[in-house]
């Protein structure tokens, strides 16, 4: 059976969920999602008070695959998903940023959005991303950033949405008509990036799972 979890998207760097090169990743964050989202559910990111976007949807992506840490880090195809944090501003929020140490067994992080300010590995946030060895892959998705279309109240009310802390899971059948109508909204283009996320000139910071906030 199809599910469809919703969650506020608190920050959105184009770290997490990572929409670039025609890929649309969730590698960091959320780890409850990660750990129980099977391949045909679909996630859904709703702005909230700290994006000043309550009400908007931010994306939508189909779970197509999903990869250990080790495998996405090793899979040529998601190597411009690693972090090059004097790079471009996507690089910057390249989301590829766990493996493990092959003598040690202990996570290696790289220099990324989760990293301490130094570039050094930040310990929560690793502990936190970590602990759902788990990386959703979708290559059906819209995603519309800082573009995000207000979604009309009576839509989100008939699938049951409430803006609240963690994540709200409905049937597909609850969310047929919010499905359709992001795909109507984004005119049907699948796979693109139909806006810049909305702290994308913010890509150089960091974010601090201790103090919870950004640096």
């Given amino acids: 059976m ?64 999903r990869m250990t840490f080790n495998e996405y880090w090793k899979a040529e195809r998601f190597r411009g998903k690693r972090p090059i944090r004097n790079g471009s501003r996507r690089t910057m929020v390249g989301d590829n940023v766990y493996r493990t140490d092959p003598a040690t067994g202990k996570w290696i992080q790289e220099n990324c959005v989760h990293s ?8 929560a946030n690793t502990k936190h991303d970590t602990q759902t060895d788990r990386v959703l892959i979708s290559e059906e998705f819209f995603y519309f950033g800082a ?10 009310a008939q699938s049951g949405y409430k803006n609240r802390r963690g ?14 109508w992001i795909s109507k909204t984004a005119n049907g283009q699948v796979n693109h990036v139909l806006g810049d996320p909305f702290q994308f000139r913010m890509s150089d910071k960091r974010y601090s799972k201790t103090h919870n906030r950004l640096i």
């Fill in 2 to 65: 199809t599910n469809v979890y919703m969650y506020v998207v608190r920050y959105d760097f184009g770290f997490a969920p990572n929409p670039f090169g025609g890929v649309c990743t969730l590698a960091c964050c959320m780890p409850v999602i990660r750990r129980k989202a099977e391949v045909g559910d679909w996630l859904i990111g709703m702005g909230g008070r700290d994006l000043k976007a309550t009400g908007r949807c931010i994306y939508a992506m189909r779970v197509t695959d």
């Fill in 116 to 123: 301490q300010k130094s570039g050094e590995q930040d310990p």
């Fill in 147 to 156: 573009n995000a279309p207000v979604v009309p109240p009576k839509i989100l």
């Fill in 167 to 180: 994540h709200n899971v409905y049937r597909k059948g609850e969310c047929r008509k919010l499905l359709e």
